[in-house]
């Protein structure tokens, strides 16, 4: 990738993404600090654990919602965060408080969702308040299968959930959605960590081992083979829409070529290394290529935030792809 893409991208950062947004560009591409991140995301997390207040940007309810609590999560895992850490255990506590918890999984939307400016696809109805939706619960059990103790109520629930999750997604086509087959992905990712790594209060004086086996009673190793097949199935081979559709990319599911999905598209994931140097405007951003139907000046703002969210998503994707360093890194 040359400079010049780097470049623009990076001057309209600067001067137009907020705070945590930037952040996050310095530290993924400028050797910045993981500190000034976390620091910069926690702005967003409520004292119920959760997180609120536009952080996923089509939503500007500033009360807990699962969704913005998973976007906190993409953002911790972008980070590598490993380790304890304030914002992770309010999460946990977040997620073990029973809040927007159906029994079987964390609500997609939420009531307080109608009392704020957003997408319409963020708009609540009470009629689908007991539905199954993996989406963002398989992400969510896979973070808490991460980072909490064991031994702990928290992770024996996302177990379960995962379990259930893990059956639904073999035996149904319910789970055939990008969104949801992405939080599948990342349900996998975070078992493969937690047993390499170990986490949790226990985890430290347990040692690395604490975690040892979970991919094997989950069958992850079969989850990731059933992913590759469903994700093709979802996936755009249409390249020409992608320049004016929202539509599924490789980059919705791997951002490395280290993932076990590359090697299933990496002609097409070349095609999207392409596509993102093609693509951007002159100013350095890229297409937001979706719309909500109200909310015409929250829109206006929720655009920009989502501008640089794509910003980042495409440099990562195009660094994961090629190695190549780029703009003081």
């Known amino acids: 990738m040359g400079n010049c ?8 950062i600067c001067l137009n ?15 910045g600090r993981r500190e000034a991140v976390l620091s910069a995301l926690a702005e967003y997390q409520n004292e119920d654990g959760g997180f609120g207040h536009a952080l996923e940007a089509d939503s500007f309810n500033p009360n807990s919602a699962p969704i913005q609590t998973w976007t906190a999560t993409e953002i911790l895992h972008e980070i590598a965060l ?9 999460i946990l506590a977040y997620l073990d ?22 997408a319409s696809w963020w708009t609540y109805d009470s009629r689908t308040h007991d539905d199954i939706n993996y989406n963002p619960t398989a992400a969510l059990a896979g973070f808490a299968l991460m980072f909490a103790d064991k031994d702990s109520g928290l992770f024996k629930k996302c177990f379960g959930i ?10 149904t086509d319910k789970c055939d959605e990008m969104h949801t087959l992405a939080c599948y992905v990342k349900l996998a990712e975070c078992c ?11 985890a430290e004086s347990a040692g690395h081992s604490s975690k040892a086996g979970l991919a094997d009673e989950l069958d992850i190793a079969e989850l990731e083979q059933i992913l590759v097949e469903r994700i093709k199935k979802v996936m755009t081979w249409d390249t020409e829409s992608w320049k004016t559709k929202y539509v599924c990319k490789p980059s919705n599911f791997f951002m490395s070529r280290d993932s076990y999905l590359y090697k299933s598209f990496a002609e097409l994931a070349e095609q999207e290394c392409s596509f993102i140097k093609e693509a951007q405007q002159p100013d350095g951003t890229w297409s937001v290529n979706w719309n909500w139907e109200d909310y015409e000046e929250q829109w206006h703002i929720a655009k920009t935030w989502w501008k640089a969210q794509i910003i980042i998503m495409n440099l990562r994707f195009l660094k994961g792809m090629t190695g190549a360093l780029y703009g003081g890194k």
């Open 17 to 31: 993404a907020r705070p945590l947004d930037r952040e996050r560009f310095r530290f993924l591409f400028e050797n």
């Open 97 to 118: 408080s029973g809040s927007h918890f159906n029994g079987k999984c964390w609500l997609y939307t939420v009531p307080s969702n109608n009392d704020y400016p957003r």
């Open 82 to 90: 490993e380790e304890d850490h304030p914002i992770v255990r309010g």
């Open 162 to 171: 995962a379990k259930e999750a893990i059956r639904c997604l073999k035996e």
């Open 5 to 12: 893409v780097f470049d623009k991208a990076r001057k309209w």
């Open 192 to 202: 493969r960590r937690a047993e390499s790594a170990g986490h949790g209060q226990g």
